[in-house]
């Protein structure tokens, strides 16, 4: 290999599998209709942080509405049928609303939202209700119930439902994160502070840590051109970053669960806007430019732009 070879970096790219194989096959499943081997698949992993991760990617396959209906029809005693079909109906609904504010999506547009959403709260409760162990359908309950804006107090029940059956669930954090912010009726004070009191609560090493970097990313958000930036590189927030850090990603226990990228992508943003330049390489080098569009599209359209333009600046 030639000097310049290696040193050329990775060509940054999303990928709609996450680079994992399981994921590709049960979302090629779910494009050719395949539910024997999809259930096949899904009912391998035991309920928990992994099998929500691999089932919200399935879920946003197109297409899906048209034929899971008719499996839950020849499967009426199936949780796992109809556990997909909500998970889907989720992701389906907010197809319909699309990203934009309240302000810009139409009447239309929210009728839709809101049918699809109150169907899959009722596939979701029955699926809870005949897995009464299973947290994953607590996990899309709290998505569809921001959705048709259950209120906070039915939304912190949802979430403590989720946490019972699995107390460092990731996704159920982030869900009930996401409640409490200012843009879903919270404040920037609620949000920090479920976030930091979360991480404590979890192991060292867990996936908890992310909290407070999402947190840190929906303020620097929130705040005006000048004041973002002075905001995220504050020492004390930079401080909290680092906390962070070191009791999740960069912790020998944390290793690399399966939904790692996303939360080293989430690390990588957030050091780089609070310039610090030598952690956000880290990971970076790490992601060999594995880029994931969530949180990347908050700085634009396309995430693999914002991804290359700041692993420059790192260096990494």
Same mark, same amino acid.
Not at 2 to 29: I, K
Not at 248 to 275: C, Q
């Given at each position: 290999m030639s000097f310049l070879g290696r040193f050329t970096r990775p060509a940054p790219r999303v990928d709609a599998d996450s680079w994992d194989p399981d994921l590709a096959r049960m979302r090629a499943a779910a494009v050719r209709r395949d539910w024997p081997a999809l259930r096949e698949r899904l009912a391998g992993i035991p309920d928990g942080q992994e099998r929500t991760w691999l089932l919200a990617r399935v879920a946003d396959v197109e297409g899906i509405e048209t034929w899971i209906p008719a499996v839950v029809a020849a499967e009426p005693d199936s949780a796992l049928a109809l556990l997909v079909s909500g998970a889907h109906r989720v992701s389906w609904a907010w197809e319909a609303r699309t990203g934009y504010r309240a302000v810009h999506v139409s009447q239309e547009r929210f009728r839709t939202f809101h049918e699809r959403l109150r169907v899959a709260e009722e596939e979701l409760y029955e699926a809870a209700e005949?897995?009464?162990?299973?947290?994953?359908?607590?996990?899309?309950?709290?998505? /569809? %119930?921001?959705?048709?804006?259950?209120?906070?107090?039915?939304?912190?029940?949802r979430f403590e439902a989720a946490v019972r059956r699995c107390p460092e669930h990731l996704g159920s954090h982030e869900q009930q994160l996401q409640q409490v912010c200012s843009k879903w009726s919270g404040s920037h004070e609620e949000m920090h502070a479920f976030a930091r009191t979360s991480m404590l609560k979890g192991s060292?090493?867990?996936?908890?840590?992310e909290l407070v970097a999402l947190a840190h990313l929906e303020h620097w958000l929130e705040l005006d051109g000048g004041e973002d930036m002075a905001y995220i590189r504050r020492p004390d927030v930079v401080a909290e970053l680092h906390e962070a850090a070191d009791r999740s990603v960069r912790h020998p226990a944390y290793g690399r669960p399966?939904?790692?990228?996303?939360?080293?992508n989430t690390f990588a943003m957030a050091f780089s806007? /609070? %310039?610090?330049?030598?952690?956000?390489?880290?990971?970076f080098n790490a992601l060999e430019g594995r880029v994931t569009e969530f949180p990347w599209e908050y700085l634009s359209g396309d995430p693999t732009k914002a991804f290359s333009k700041w692993r420059a600046k790192a260096g990494g």
């Amino acid at each position: 290999m030639s000097f310049l070879g290696r040193f050329t970096r990775p060509a940054p790219r999303v990928d709609a599998d996450s680079w994992d194989p399981d994921l590709a096959r049960m979302r090629a499943a779910a494009v050719r209709r395949d539910w024997p081997a999809l259930r096949e698949r899904l009912a391998g992993i035991p309920d928990g942080q992994e099998r929500t991760w691999l089932l919200a990617r399935v879920a946003d396959v197109e297409g899906i509405e048209t034929w899971i209906p008719a499996v839950v029809a020849a499967e009426p005693d199936s949780a796992l049928a109809l556990l997909v079909s909500g998970a889907h109906r989720v992701s389906w609904a907010w197809e319909a609303r699309t990203g934009y504010r309240a302000v810009h999506v139409s009447q239309e547009r929210f009728r839709t939202f809101h049918e699809r959403l109150r169907v899959a709260e009722e596939e979701l409760y029955e699926a809870a209700e005949r897995e009464p162990d299973w947290v994953t359908p607590w996990y899309f309950l709290q998505r /569809a %119930g921001r959705g048709l804006q259950v209120g906070q107090e039915t939304s912190r029940l949802r979430f403590e439902a989720a946490v019972r059956r699995c107390p460092e669930h990731l996704g159920s954090h982030e869900q009930q994160l996401q409640q409490v912010c200012s843009k879903w009726s919270g404040s920037h004070e609620e949000m920090h502070a479920f976030a930091r009191t979360s991480m404590l609560k979890g192991s060292e090493g867990g996936p908890l840590g992310e909290l407070v970097a999402l947190a840190h990313l929906e303020h620097w958000l929130e705040l005006d051109g000048g004041e973002d930036m002075a905001y995220i590189r504050r020492p004390d927030v930079v401080a909290e970053l680092h906390e962070a850090a070191d009791r999740s990603v960069r912790h020998p226990a944390y290793g690399r669960p399966r939904d790692w990228l996303s939360t080293y992508n989430t690390f990588a943003m957030a050091f780089s806007l /609070a %310039g610090e330049k030598k952690a956000a390489a880290e990971l970076f080098n790490a992601l060999e430019g594995r880029v994931t569009e969530f949180p990347w599209e908050y700085l634009s359209g396309d995430p693999t732009k914002a991804f290359s333009k700041w692993r420059a600046k790192a260096g990494g």
